[in-house]
Each structure stands twice: as C-alpha cells, then as structure tokens.
C-alpha cells in the first residue's frame, strides 16, 4: 500500500520560506519514479486546489497563483518530492497534501502551513 508522509510546515513570517517534503513507501510496482507527483492545498471553508505538479519525465505545472515563488522537485533515488515555497504570504495558508498518481490517486495526511506576523 503507497503511504506519503509529508514533513516540513509550519508557522512562518510573510516574506519567508519553506520546504516541504513527502517521503513515499509502500512501492512495489511500480516505482517511484513511474509516478507523477504533486502538492495540492486546502485552505479552511475551501476546495482542495492543485499547487504544483512534477510528471514522472519531470515535467513541471504550477498554479498562477504561485509561479515564480514556489518550485516541485523529486528525488526518484529517496523516493521523495520537495515543494520550495518562497515570498510566502498569509494567502499560501492552508493545509498542503502530497499526491501521488499512477492509475490510482494516493494521498497523505496534511501538514500545515501558516503565514502570519
């Protein structure tokens, strides 16, 4: 069974950063890196929105709303996918997800992320 584990959140300043990573197991077939992997968001009383996405060849998309501040990455060796968030501001706060797809979507728990003074 796939499990993501995300790590990272947190309570930041506005103007400030985070790393965001989700470490994956379960794998067996196929690998982590047949997957495309993504970070989505949910902010309190909203719909849970794509944040950015890293195809299994690499290929990046990312929501307007954070192009130019945040970047996707994956380490298919440690079977892991980073989200860089910087110039964060009180809108990027919300509860970010790993998502996983490979025929099925897999999910992780959440963790938070909170901007604030």
């Known amino acids: 069974q796939v499990q993501l584990v995300e790590s990272g959140g947190g309570l930041v300043q506005p103007g400030g950063s985070l790393r965001l990573s989700c470490a994956a197991s379960?794998?067996?077939?196929?690998?982590?890196?047949?997957?495309?992997m993504g970070w989505y968001r949910q902010a309190p009383g909203k719909q849970r929105d794509l944040v950015a996405r890293?195809?299994?060849?690499?290929?990046?998309t990312y929501a307007d709303s954070v192009k130019g501040r945040f970047t996707i990455s994956r380490d298919n060796a440690k079977k892991t996918v980073y989200l860089q968030m910087n110039s964060l501001n009180p809108e990027d706060t919300a509860v970010y997800y790993c998502?996983?797809?490979?025929?099925?979507?897999?999910w992780g728990q959440g963790t938070q992320v909170t901007i604030s003074s």
């Open positions: 379960g794998l067996i077939f196929p690998s982590f890196s047949s997957y495309d």
């Open positions: 890293i195809t299994s060849a690499g290929s990046t």
């Open positions: 998502n996983a797809y490979w025929r099925s979507d897999y």
